[in-house]
Protein backbone atom coordinates (compact mmCIF):
# COMPACT_ATOMS: atom_id res chain seq x y z
CA UNK A 1 0.00 0.00 0.00
CA UNK A 2 1.17 3.49 -0.76
CA UNK A 3 2.51 5.23 2.03
CA UNK A 4 0.12 8.09 0.47
CA UNK A 5 -3.12 5.98 0.60
CA UNK A 6 -5.36 6.38 2.97
CA UNK A 7 -5.66 3.32 4.92
CA UNK A 8 -9.60 1.59 4.84
CA UNK A 9 -10.64 0.64 8.17
CA UNK A 10 -11.84 -3.25 8.25
CA UNK A 11 -15.42 -3.73 7.84
CA UNK A 12 -16.79 -6.82 10.39
CA UNK A 13 -19.90 -8.06 9.32
CA UNK A 14 -22.13 -9.61 12.22
CA UNK A 15 -23.94 -13.01 11.88
CA UNK A 16 -27.61 -11.79 10.88
CA UNK A 17 -29.77 -12.82 13.33
CA UNK A 18 -33.17 -13.37 12.18
CA UNK A 19 -36.51 -10.68 13.62
CA UNK A 20 -38.49 -12.84 16.12
CA UNK A 21 -42.33 -12.52 15.56
CA UNK A 22 -44.04 -12.24 18.99
CA UNK A 23 -46.67 -14.48 19.01
CA UNK A 24 -50.36 -13.30 18.54
CA UNK A 25 -52.15 -13.62 22.14
CA UNK A 26 -55.61 -15.78 21.71
CA UNK A 27 -58.38 -13.40 22.47
CA UNK A 28 -58.75 -13.26 26.62
CA UNK A 29 -62.07 -15.25 26.90
CA UNK A 30 -64.54 -13.24 29.58
CA UNK A 31 -64.53 -14.64 32.74
CA UNK A 32 -67.73 -15.95 34.39
CA UNK A 33 -69.14 -13.19 36.76
CA UNK A 34 -69.00 -13.73 40.23
CA UNK A 35 -72.37 -14.21 41.37
CA UNK A 36 -72.80 -17.32 38.84
CA UNK A 37 -69.88 -19.34 39.52
CA UNK A 38 -71.11 -19.10 43.27
CA UNK A 39 -74.74 -20.45 42.25
CA UNK A 40 -73.33 -22.62 40.31
CA UNK A 41 -71.48 -24.69 42.48
CA UNK A 42 -74.12 -23.94 44.89
CA UNK A 43 -77.04 -26.00 42.52
CA UNK A 44 -74.08 -28.90 41.66
CA UNK A 45 -73.32 -29.03 45.23
CA UNK A 46 -77.39 -29.15 46.52
CA UNK A 47 -77.90 -31.94 43.32
CA UNK A 48 -75.34 -33.81 45.28
CA UNK A 49 -76.60 -33.27 49.22
CA UNK A 50 -80.63 -34.20 48.13
CA UNK A 51 -79.41 -37.46 45.91
CA UNK A 52 -80.13 -39.50 48.78
CA UNK A 53 -83.12 -37.67 50.47
CA UNK A 54 -84.53 -37.94 46.65
CA UNK A 55 -83.71 -41.68 46.19
CA UNK A 56 -85.26 -42.35 49.88
CA UNK A 57 -88.43 -40.62 48.45
CA UNK A 58 -89.07 -42.57 45.48
CA UNK A 59 -87.98 -46.06 47.18
CA UNK A 60 -90.88 -45.61 49.75
CA UNK A 61 -93.10 -44.14 47.21
CA UNK A 62 -93.54 -40.78 49.62
CA UNK A 63 -96.85 -38.31 49.82
CA UNK A 64 -96.98 -35.55 48.23
CA UNK A 65 -96.69 -33.98 51.39
CA UNK A 66 -93.33 -35.14 51.78
CA UNK A 67 -92.30 -34.60 48.04
CA UNK A 68 -93.41 -31.06 48.64
CA UNK A 69 -90.84 -30.95 52.00
CA UNK A 70 -88.39 -31.83 49.47
CA UNK A 71 -89.06 -29.68 46.98
CA UNK A 72 -89.31 -26.57 49.70
CA UNK A 73 -85.59 -27.24 50.32
CA UNK A 74 -84.41 -27.18 47.11
CA UNK A 75 -85.92 -24.46 46.08
CA UNK A 76 -84.45 -22.26 49.38
CA UNK A 77 -81.07 -24.39 49.80
CA UNK A 78 -79.98 -25.32 46.26
CA UNK A 79 -82.03 -22.66 43.77
CA UNK A 80 -81.58 -19.61 46.21
CA UNK A 81 -84.86 -18.79 46.55
CA UNK A 82 -85.53 -16.66 50.73
CA UNK A 83 -87.87 -18.81 52.32
CA UNK A 84 -89.79 -15.89 53.47
CA UNK A 85 -89.14 -12.63 51.28
CA UNK A 86 -89.29 -14.73 47.98
CA UNK A 87 -91.52 -17.85 48.18
CA UNK A 88 -95.34 -17.77 48.77
CA UNK A 89 -97.07 -21.05 49.36
CA UNK A 90 -100.68 -22.01 48.61
CA UNK A 91 -100.74 -18.82 46.50
CA UNK A 92 -104.65 -17.93 45.84
CA UNK A 93 -105.51 -17.36 42.93
CA UNK A 94 -109.43 -17.08 42.45
CA UNK A 95 -110.49 -20.04 45.07
CA UNK A 96 -107.66 -22.07 43.81
CA UNK A 97 -104.35 -22.41 45.36
CA UNK A 98 -100.96 -22.86 43.34
CA UNK A 99 -98.39 -24.65 45.57
CA UNK A 100 -95.40 -21.77 45.37
CA UNK A 101 -95.28 -18.81 44.17
CA UNK A 102 -92.23 -17.18 43.44
CA UNK A 103 -91.17 -13.29 43.71
CA UNK A 104 -87.96 -11.80 42.48
CA UNK A 105 -87.59 -7.95 44.14
CA UNK A 106 -91.61 -8.44 44.42
CA UNK A 107 -92.62 -9.29 41.35
CA UNK A 108 -94.13 -12.75 40.80
CA UNK A 109 -92.16 -14.37 38.41
CA UNK A 110 -92.96 -17.63 38.47
CA UNK A 111 -95.60 -20.51 39.78
CA UNK A 112 -94.41 -23.77 41.44
CA UNK A 113 -96.77 -27.05 41.06
CA UNK A 114 -96.02 -30.09 43.12
CA UNK A 115 -96.73 -33.72 42.35
CA UNK A 116 -95.75 -36.71 44.40
CA UNK A 117 -92.42 -37.93 43.50
CA UNK A 118 -93.86 -40.81 41.92
CA UNK A 119 -96.35 -38.93 40.03
CA UNK A 120 -95.66 -39.11 36.20
CA UNK A 121 -95.94 -35.53 35.15
CA UNK A 122 -98.09 -34.83 32.40
CA UNK A 123 -100.59 -32.02 30.57
CA UNK A 124 -103.26 -32.36 33.10
CA UNK A 125 -100.99 -31.07 35.84
CA UNK A 126 -99.81 -28.38 33.77
CA UNK A 127 -103.27 -27.12 32.77
CA UNK A 128 -103.90 -26.56 36.16
CA UNK A 129 -101.22 -24.44 36.85
CA UNK A 130 -101.69 -22.79 33.52
CA UNK A 131 -104.54 -21.54 34.91
CA UNK A 132 -102.59 -19.63 37.84
CA UNK A 133 -100.40 -18.29 35.51
CA UNK A 134 -102.93 -16.88 32.98
CA UNK A 135 -105.16 -15.62 35.86
CA UNK A 136 -102.00 -13.40 37.48
CA UNK A 137 -99.90 -12.80 34.22
CA UNK A 138 -97.00 -14.98 34.98
CA UNK A 139 -94.53 -16.10 32.37
CA UNK A 140 -93.61 -18.92 34.20
CA UNK A 141 -94.50 -22.20 35.36
CA UNK A 142 -92.38 -24.79 36.83
CA UNK A 143 -94.04 -28.45 37.39
CA UNK A 144 -91.77 -30.92 39.49
CA UNK A 145 -92.04 -34.32 41.55
CA UNK A 146 -88.70 -33.65 42.79
CA UNK A 147 -87.07 -35.73 40.39
CA UNK A 148 -88.24 -34.37 37.06
CA UNK A 149 -87.99 -30.01 36.83
CA UNK A 150 -89.87 -28.68 34.22
CA UNK A 151 -90.27 -24.87 33.29
CA UNK A 152 -93.08 -23.70 30.92
CA UNK A 153 -92.74 -20.26 29.24
CA UNK A 154 -96.31 -18.75 28.59
CA UNK A 155 -97.26 -15.94 26.16
CA UNK A 156 -101.02 -14.76 26.78
CA UNK A 157 -102.94 -14.41 23.74
CA UNK A 158 -105.67 -16.10 22.17
CA UNK A 159 -104.56 -18.79 22.07
CA UNK A 160 -102.15 -19.01 25.44
CA UNK A 161 -98.97 -20.37 24.06
CA UNK A 162 -97.03 -22.99 26.00
CA UNK A 163 -93.69 -23.76 25.34
CA UNK A 164 -91.27 -26.13 27.22
CA UNK A 165 -87.74 -24.54 27.79
CA UNK A 166 -86.36 -26.74 30.80
CA UNK A 167 -86.54 -30.90 31.41
CA UNK A 168 -84.08 -31.76 33.61
CA UNK A 169 -84.58 -35.52 35.36
CA UNK A 170 -82.48 -35.64 38.60
CA UNK A 171 -81.91 -39.56 38.99
CA UNK A 172 -81.20 -39.44 35.23
CA UNK A 173 -77.99 -40.86 33.76
CA UNK A 174 -76.57 -36.90 33.35
CA UNK A 175 -73.60 -36.46 35.08
CA UNK A 176 -74.00 -33.85 38.38
CA UNK A 177 -72.45 -31.36 36.36
CA UNK A 178 -74.71 -31.39 33.36
CA UNK A 179 -77.87 -31.50 35.90
CA UNK A 180 -76.42 -28.51 37.14
CA UNK A 181 -75.99 -26.88 34.20
CA UNK A 182 -79.42 -27.22 33.45
CA UNK A 183 -81.23 -26.51 37.14
CA UNK A 184 -78.91 -22.91 37.38
CA UNK A 185 -81.32 -21.47 35.13
CA UNK A 186 -84.07 -21.52 37.75
CA UNK A 187 -81.99 -20.17 40.10
CA UNK A 188 -82.77 -17.33 41.84
CA UNK A 189 -80.21 -15.26 40.13
CA UNK A 190 -80.54 -16.46 36.62
CA UNK A 191 -83.99 -16.19 36.59
CA UNK A 192 -83.65 -12.42 37.72
CA UNK A 193 -81.51 -11.95 34.55
CA UNK A 194 -83.87 -13.72 32.54
CA UNK A 195 -81.12 -15.91 31.19
CA UNK A 196 -83.88 -18.88 30.41
CA UNK A 197 -85.46 -16.65 28.18
CA UNK A 198 -82.47 -17.44 25.43
CA UNK A 199 -83.25 -21.09 26.51
CA UNK A 200 -86.72 -20.92 25.98
CA UNK A 201 -85.83 -18.99 22.74
CA UNK A 202 -83.67 -21.43 21.38
CA UNK A 203 -86.06 -24.36 22.14
CA UNK A 204 -88.99 -22.71 20.59
CA UNK A 205 -87.57 -22.67 17.35
CA UNK A 206 -86.73 -26.61 16.76
CA UNK A 207 -90.18 -27.06 18.35
CA UNK A 208 -92.00 -29.67 16.10
CA UNK A 209 -94.23 -26.99 15.90
CA UNK A 210 -91.70 -24.68 14.35
CA UNK A 211 -90.11 -27.25 12.21
CA UNK A 212 -94.10 -28.62 10.89
CA UNK A 213 -94.24 -24.60 9.76
CA UNK A 214 -91.16 -24.93 7.68
CA UNK A 215 -91.87 -28.31 6.58
CA UNK A 216 -95.15 -27.02 5.21
CA UNK A 217 -94.04 -23.84 3.91
CA UNK A 218 -93.41 -22.14 0.09
CA UNK A 219 -89.69 -23.04 -0.29
CA UNK A 220 -89.72 -26.07 1.19
CA UNK A 221 -92.30 -27.69 -0.67
CA UNK A 222 -91.25 -26.28 -3.93
CA UNK A 223 -87.73 -28.13 -3.32
CA UNK A 224 -89.62 -30.81 -2.72
CA UNK A 225 -91.52 -30.84 -5.64
CA UNK A 226 -88.61 -30.47 -7.79
CA UNK A 227 -86.76 -33.33 -6.02
CA UNK A 228 -89.44 -35.78 -6.53
CA UNK A 229 -89.42 -34.45 -10.36
CA UNK A 230 -85.93 -35.19 -10.41
CA UNK A 231 -85.89 -38.65 -8.60
CA UNK A 232 -89.10 -39.96 -9.80
CA UNK A 233 -90.11 -38.42 -12.97
CA UNK A 234 -93.23 -37.70 -11.61
CA UNK A 235 -94.92 -34.42 -11.44
CA UNK A 236 -96.36 -33.26 -8.16
CA UNK A 237 -98.40 -29.84 -7.73
CA UNK A 238 -96.72 -28.10 -4.65
CA UNK A 239 -100.65 -27.93 -2.99
CA UNK A 240 -100.20 -31.87 -3.23
CA UNK A 241 -96.92 -32.18 -1.22
CA UNK A 242 -98.36 -29.60 1.76
CA UNK A 243 -101.47 -31.82 1.64
CA UNK A 244 -99.38 -35.16 1.67
CA UNK A 245 -97.22 -33.78 4.59
CA UNK A 246 -99.89 -32.88 6.67
CA UNK A 247 -101.48 -36.13 6.33
CA UNK A 248 -99.11 -38.68 6.31
CA UNK A 249 -95.87 -37.37 7.59
CA UNK A 250 -96.70 -34.96 10.28
CA UNK A 251 -97.93 -35.97 13.89
CA UNK A 252 -101.24 -34.21 14.34
CA UNK A 253 -100.19 -32.20 17.55
CA UNK A 254 -97.14 -30.67 15.63
CA UNK A 255 -99.88 -29.16 13.03
CA UNK A 256 -101.52 -25.36 14.20
Known amino acids: MSEHEPEVPAVVVEDEVPAITPTPRAPKQPSTPKWEADARERVRAGIRKFAKPLSDLIARDANEGDTRMLVNRMLTDVLGYDEFSDLTTEYQVRGEFADYGIRIDRDLVAFVEVKRVATKLGAKHLRQAEMYAVNEGVEWIILTNGADWRAYHLTGGLPVEIDLALDINLVG ?38 LANVLGSDAVTDAIRKELKRTTGQKVEGADVKRLLRETVLRPECLD
Open 173 to 210: EETVGQKADQLFYLSRESLKRRQIDELWKARRATSPKS
